[in-house]
């Protein structure tokens, strides 16, 4: 008789059973079940698992629940498989920092991805990556396996730029830790680009799928699941980036892989065969479907044995070619099944998921349902705050451009309800207001609390908070999760706590967010433009999807309308040097404001809110038919965004007692050509302002950018004569490090970086100052308001960067502007707000009407006068 173990000895002594008597136990409720015994080997496994449970023998314990819930997963009882993990991670056993408890942790994880309980996973992988990294260490196999199961569960659960993130990290991690030869790293290779393309950016997960397939076939086989995995995944790649003969090869070496398995009992070979039949389907649209191949297409989503994908996508192509039919009762049924499946084997807010209800929107649309509405709503609804989570808080860059497709793709046909639904007008007009700033009122909410705040430090406070966020969102929506990034996120929660625990976490309960129209006189009216443009769905990758332009038009006691203005194109503004510009400018007229004017009668005073390539178009030389231009014809005012409006009137004139800071006549140093009218034009303006009882600290010569920026922060007024830039994109280099301004003695050679020394503004660095007293920064400077274009804070750039630093308006100009001409327009302008006591809008437009008509001196040429646009944020 074998000797006992010490804890077989310390379990006879407490009467306890010992370890073999457990084991007995549990294989005499596995034959009980293995018979057919359903009740009777249920109740037997439970006592035996119940006793070992309660027993001190760990390894057993573990053991036994994983063989207890492989039994049950065989046998497709999940429920039961659940329940049984639960029990075992609960257990004395499981919660111990051992070996075996890891590897019960993981398993746990590995089963709720296979079962696909992404949500409840989450938490089990959370804690299994923790186990696997204290106890094997950080860049293991272990470590690396525990992270690429959870990166694949949030991918999977929706919370995706957190996922790929993991993801990515993952992958890269273990190329470095285990090398380009360990299957292992494929399988992080092959998940990585899964979630790729899973978001919309198959180009990327191709350029890993190609050679991962090489790589398996060598290895395994062309026979083995691994190869059919692969080229499946290179398939879908192409297909997704309307590679018709790229996808049908891959397609081809799929069916082969699946061919060569030799499985009778797997369905593989069929599957390849049905996505070889939906391929084809999907490549030429207009060939019509014959009712044999149709109805086999709706059938698949009933096929258990089929990917989840391929039902998807097969009930939306069979729901396509219904509608052609005219069954749109069919085609209507067949993408809410798609929806209903993409929210249960994908995740309930994904860009797939969301992509399947935006296809039941539009039936409903096409079919006059009265629910369309209803599902547009949610549909912009729920993508708004899925967007508010994955973009604000996590940030990835390829979620970040995926989410700016699809909103354009939702927004797009949402826009197309509102042309014909007034109900839809209202809706959308508050849906576009969302997607241009990526925020729901929380900003502005801030802003209108300020004053109520108890003390300047806390007002202070709740500055550093509106500047974070919006830095957040900057950074954040183009996908730059860099070392700023994360800092900025830092900050920001930080400010945020303090604020709480000095103001209490929320706004006043008596400060409401205004409606747009309440803000309005009868008098007055809003155009927000907004571009949108679907993507073709056959060749999504074409850079440059058709885009369209409406106009949504707000005037106080009306509902909100929406006018479709034709393609963006039609749009794009002329040269201000050809020797003809008039017509062109006339032509702008009749096709951005033409179509408007019914709803602008007894209009005097026009808020326009631009959006994309529009913030480069000088709304001033616009004409009517009768030669007039645009501020000749209404009191024509710039917002960034169309809340501005809530704050247009606050702050805006010369305040007697506010400082400003002058900055001309700057040195520098052979670098770039000297302005000598920049310093006449500060010597000219300090004047007017001491007639305004406002101190002027003038800043010429070699006064540099940290010497600038500490004078600025703190002044009501903001006026830098100088050189300033734009440089459109020749790289991958963010626009913020493209565009800037030019201190004394610049180091203009240098690439862009952080450095408050080497003589250039560039935008990155000018998010980062406290402009939170500006009531007006004036850039006299070339092209100040140009940048790339963008849904958030108006133009990437310069404009951007003084909307975030926290200036309520900003004086720029569009294009290269002439010495003498500026300085004149830029005397009179400070001129006329010194003597008539006029808002800042209300001067530039006396000042322009006088340029105009020749009033100033070498700035009568729509070169000078039309350069200058004024953004109130």
Not at 321 to 341: K, N, P, T, W
Not at 373 to 389: C, I
Not at 585 to 592: A, G, H, K, N
Not at 757 to 769: C, F, K, S, T
């Amino acid at each position: 008789m074998p000797a006992l173990t010490i804890a077989d000895a310390s379990a006879q002594q407490r009467g306890a059973p010992t370890e073999r008597e457990l084991v007995a136990k549990i294989n005499d409720a596995f034959r009980t079940l293995q018979a057919g015994d359903r009740d009777g080997g249920r109740q037997r496994l439970t006592a035996a698992l119940r006793a070992v449970r309660d027993s001190n023998y760990d390894a057993l314990t573990i053991q036994a629940y994983l063989n207890a819930v492989t039994f049950f997963e065989r046998r497709r009882d999940t429920a039961t498989a659940s329940e049984l993990f639960a029990e075992a991670a609960n257990s004395r056993a499981g919660r111990q920092n051992s070996p075996n408890a890891t590897t019960l942790w993981f398993e746990y994880a590995r089963f709720l991805e296979r079962t696909i309980q992404y949500e409840q996973g989450i938490p089990v992988a959370v804690e299994a990556r923790k186990r696997m990294r204290e106890s094997y260490g950080p860049n293991t196999a272990q470590d690396i396996a525990g992270s690429d199961i959870l990166a694949t569960l949030l991918t999977n659960n929706g919370a995706v730029a957190a996922g790929l993130n993991l993801s990515e990290e993952t992958y890269v991690g273990a190329r470095q830790a285990l090398g380009d030869k360990e299957p292992l790293t494929w399988r992080t290779e092959n998940n990585y680009a899964e979630a790729l393309r899973m978001v919309g950016h198959p180009d990327l997960a191709a350029r890993i799928d190609a050679p991962l397939l090489k790589k398996r076939i060598a290895h395994y086989g062309v026979g083995s699941i691994q190869a059919l995995v692969s080229a499946s995944n290179l398939a879908l790649d192409h297909l997704a980036m309307g590679n018709e003969a790229e996808t049908m090869q891959a397609l081809a070496l799929q069916k082969r892989c699946a061919a060569e398995l030799a499985d009778p009992t797997s369905e593989h070979v069929a599957q390849a065969d049905t996505w070889i039949a939906y391929a084809k389907a999907y490549f030429h649209p207009d060939r019509a479907l014959s009712t044999a191949e149709l109805e086999a297409m709706a059938r698949v989503k009933d096929w258990n044995g089929a990917p989840d994908l391929l039902r998807i996508k097969s009930a939306q192509l069979a729901a396509d070619h219904y509608e052609r039919r005219g069954d749109s009762a069919r085609a209507l049924a067949l993408r809410i099944d798609a929806y209903h499946r993409s929210q249960e084997t994908i995740a309930r807010q994904h860009p797939i998921t969301f992509d399947a209800l935006l296809g039941v929107a539009v039936t409903r649309l096409k079919r006059g349902d009265p629910d369309a509405l209803a599902t547009f709503k949610d549909l912009e609804q729920q993508s708004f705050r899925w967007m508010l989570r994955e973009v604000g808080t996590a940030g990835n860059r390829y979620v970040a451009e995926t989410m700016r497709k699809l909103a354009d793709d939702i927004l797009y046909e949402y826009g197309r309800s509102a042309l014909i639904d007034p109900a839809a007008a209202v809706a959308y007009a508050d849906a576009v207001s969302r997607w241009k700033t990526m925020e729901d009122g929380e900003r502005t909410l801030l802003r209108l609390t300020l004053d109520r705040l108890p003390d300047e430090p806390t007002r202070e406070l709740a500055r550093t908070v509106l500047r974070l966020s919006g830095q957040r969102q900057e950074m954040l929506s183009s996908g730059k999760l860099d070392d700023d990034a994360r800092d900025v996120l830092k900050r920001l929660s930080e400010a945020r706590q303090d604020l709480a625990a000095r103001a209490g976490a929320k706004p006043t309960a008596d400060v409401k967010l205004p409606a747009i129209d309440d803000k309005l006189a009868a008098s007055d009216a809003l155009v927000d433009f907004f571009v949108s443009g679907r993507g073709s769905r056959v060749n999504p990758m074409e850079p440059k999807p058709a885009a369209r332009l409406q106009a949504v038009l707000h005037r106080h006691g009306t509902p909100p309308q929406a006018i479709d203005l034709g393609l963006l194109e039609s749009f794009t503004a002329p040269s201000v040097d050809e020797a003809d510009r008039g017509q062109p400018f006339r032509r702008l007229y009749d096709t951005l404001i033409g179509p408007l004017k019914p709803q602008l009668a007894n209009i005097t005073r026009l808020f326009l809110v631009p959006d994309a390539d529009l913030y480069s178009l000088p709304f001033a030389m616009l004409q009517d038919g009768n030669g007039h231009y645009l501020d000749e014809i209404y009191d024509t005012r710039i917002l960034t965004r169309a809340d501005a409006i809530v704050f247009a009137s606050q702050d805006d004139k010369l305040v007697a007692g506010n400082k400003a800071v002058l900055v001309g006549g700057l040195n520098y140093a052979g670098a770039a050509s000297q302005l000598p009218s920049t310093k006449t034009e500060i010597d000219r303006i300090a004047p007017d302002l001491q007639r305004r009882d406002i101190a002027s600290i003038k800043m010429t010569g070699d006064a540099g950018e940290t010497a600038i920026r500490g004078k600025a922060e703190g002044a009501a007024l903001l006026h830098l004569a100088t050189h300033g830039f734009y440089k459109a994109a020749t790289d991958r280099t963010d626009a913020l490090w493209r565009s800037g301004l030019v201190a004394a003695h610049p180091e203009l050679s240098r690439p862009p970086r952080r450095d408050g020394e080497d003589g250039v503004i560039y935008a990155r660095e000018l998010m980062d100052w406290n402009l939170s007293a500006a009531d007006l920064v004036v850039l006299s400077a070339c092209q100040t308001a140009l940048g790339d274009p963008s849904r958030i804070g108006s133009v990437r750039g310069l404009p951007t960067a003084l909307a975030i630093a926290g200036a309520r308006r900003s004086l720029l100009t569009l294009w290269e502007v002439s010495d003498e001409g500026t300085a004149n327009f830029m005397a009179r302008l400070y001129q006329v707000l010194a003597d008539e006591n006029l808002d800042y809008a209300s001067a530039l437009r006396k000042v322009r009407i006088e340029a105009i008509h020749g009033k100033i001196k070498a700035a009568e040429d729509p070169s000078v006068w039309a350069a200058f646009v004024l953004f109130e944020n």
